[in-house]
């Protein structure tokens, strides 16, 4: 005899589950356990109805002004990775990349305005999500040249099925405050990908865009170790352009002062990224981070988070071993995407609590240039990371000193 057992699993966030289901019969092993886990999704990153009603309000839009004095420039590289496998593919093909490179520029040449993105990409993503997306305007000037000096660089990892132009309102603002950003697009786990020859690359895993993603804790485990090895080799590329003569950025990088930080999976990357090359002096976990951390570090560490209504004991137990600089920021009332262009690509389909859309873009991109500029260029510390800030008091901030709390407070509740 047979029967079927149907269990559902309703996770309330992105974290893992284990459990057993107890099977009592008169068979001579009863009862019989049946392992279960499950990893939590529930569309936390995927395109929601209201996100794309939004998205096809308007046809045109515009990347936030940066907020700094300088320029903004910005180029794509191709990089092949000659000493490794594609990960996704079995066919013996090397790991190649996209990166796309966000920095200060003297524009002494003039200007030539970027494209946001690839329009062969963002054309894929209106067809994903079923709705037109509007041409959107940027700050940026493309391939323009490097302004003197040495700069802070940020490598960015975008969260799971993203791409790298995902979070350009950050990208931007870093850049016309004196930093470089390279973001890296994750080829075949990215939900599409043009390289510069033309070769169009869609995800295998899926993509956010239409809720077709594979995100079983497997495969997201297997897509952080992927990530893992391409922030390797990006940041030993980094090093070779900064030494390279003639090249864009021969002199410009300063891989003395390294950061990572990455978004969603990309912030589950940033924190092992962290701990296995040195070469990184901090963090940035947006809204995505491993439930423990069982080995401290003293590398300085901003934990950003998005509408966190609860900490759990796992990252409770994180925030202990951060034995550097640290600092927990989180957003009432915002979502998981809230960080993410999205936020005013469809303004008004994205949550961002009391403070609003405009609010909480100068408080993401406020707390991450502090932090860095702390930690990176060892600037004073900014009143904002070590006491809650009166130009965004809805911010609840825990500081170095304090511990996390059980719960968040939420100001934005009724």
């Keep these: 005899m047979s029967c079927t057992i149907s269990v559902t699993f309703k996770p309330s966030s992105a974290v893992t589950f284990s459990g057993a289901v107890s099977v009592n019969d008169d068979g001579g092993s009863s009862p019989q356990q049946v392992a279960l886990s499950g990893y939590g999704t529930t569309s936390k990153y995927a395109a929601t109805a209201e996100m794309r009603s939004a998205l096809a309000t308007h046809s045109t839009a515009a990347v936030p002004s940066p907020t700094g004095h300088i320029p903004v420039g910005t180029r794509v590289m191709d990089l092949l990775d000659s000493t490794r496998d594609a990960p996704y593919l079995a066919d013996g093909t090397k790991?190649?990349?996209?990166?796309?490179?966000?920095?200060?520029?003297?524009?002494?040449?003039?200007?030539?305005?970027?494209?946001?993105?690839?329009?062969?990409?963002?054309?894929?993503?209106?067809?994903?999500?079923?709705?037109?997306?509007?041409?959107?305007?940027?700050?940026?000037?493309?391939?323009?040249?490097?302004?003197?000096?040495?700069?802070?660089?940020v490598v960015f990892t975008h969260g799971f099925t993203g791409t790298f132009?995902?979070?350009?309102?950050?990208?931007?603002?870093?850049?016309?405050?004196?930093?470089?950003?390279?973001?890296?697009?994750?080829?075949?786990?990215?939900?599409?990908?043009?390289?510069?020859d033309g070769r169009f690359v869609k995800s295998v895993l899926?993509?956010?865009?239409?809720?077709?993603?594979?995100?079983?804790?497997?495969?997201?485990?297997?897509?952080?170790?992927?990530?893992?090895?391409?922030?390797?080799?990006?940041?030993?590329?980094?090093?070779?352009?900064?030494?390279?003569?003639?090249?864009?950025?021969?002199?410009?990088?300063?891989?003395?002062?390294?950061?990572?930080?990455?978004?969603?999976?990309?912030?589950?990357?940033?924190?092992?990224?962290?701990?296995?090359?040195?070469?990184?002096?901090?963090?940035?976990?947006?809204?995505?981070?491993?439930?423990?951390?069982?080995?401290?570090?003293?590398?300085?560490?901003?934990?950003?988070?998005?509408?966190?209504?609860?900490?759990?004991?796992?990252?409770?137990?994180?925030?202990?071993?951060?034995?550097?600089?640290?600092?927990?920021?989180?957003?009432?009332?915002?979502?998981?995407?809230?960080?993410?262009?999205?936020?005013?690509?469809?303004?008004?389909?994205?949550?961002?609590?009391?403070m609003g859309p405009e609010k909480t873009i100068a408080a993401v991109r406020s707390y991450i240039a502090a932090f860095l500029d702390a930690n990176l260029r060892g600037k004073p510390l900014e009143p904002m990371l070590s006491r809650l800030s009166p130009e965004y008091p809805d911010a609840v901030v825990t500081t170095q000193k304090q511990s996390l709390p059980g719960e968040a407070i939420n100001h934005s509740a009724p």
Excluded at 181 to 195: G, R
Excluded at 252 to 261: E, G, M, Q, V, W
């Design 95 to 153: 790991r190649e990349l996209l990166v796309r490179f966000w920095y200060p520029a003297s524009l002494s040449q003039g200007c030539q305005p970027a494209e946001y993105t690839s329009p062969a990409v963002w054309s894929y993503f209106s067809q994903l999500a079923a709705v037109p997306v509007p041409e959107v305007k940027t700050n940026s000037c493309l391939d323009a040249p490097t302004t003197e000096g040495r700069h802070p660089v």
């Design 206 to 354: 899926g993509s956010h865009w239409d809720n077709s993603w594979r995100a079983n804790e497997q495969t997201l485990s297997f897509a952080v170790s992927v990530r893992l090895g391409d922030l390797r080799f990006v940041v030993d590329e980094l090093e070779r352009l900064n030494a390279e003569s003639g090249g864009p950025f021969a002199g410009k990088l300063d891989t003395s002062r390294l950061a990572i930080a990455g978004h969603s999976l990309g912030g589950m990357t940033a924190l092992p990224g962290v701990l296995q090359d040195r070469r990184f002096r901090a963090g940035v976990l947006i809204d995505g981070w491993p439930d423990t951390l069982t080995t401290p570090t003293q590398t300085p560490v901003l934990i950003l988070a998005a509408g966190h209504e609860q900490w759990s004991e796992g990252e409770r137990g994180l925030w202990n071993n951060l034995r550097g600089s640290r600092l927990a920021v989180n957003l009432p009332g915002a979502e998981h995407v809230t960080p993410s262009d999205l936020v005013w690509l469809a303004k008004g389909g994205i949550k961002t609590g009391a």
């Design 165 to 196: 132009t995902d979070y350009t309102f950050i990208f931007e603002d870093l850049a016309s405050r004196g930093y470089v950003v390279a973001s890296v697009d994750h080829t075949y786990e990215a939900t599409a990908v043009e390289f510069p």
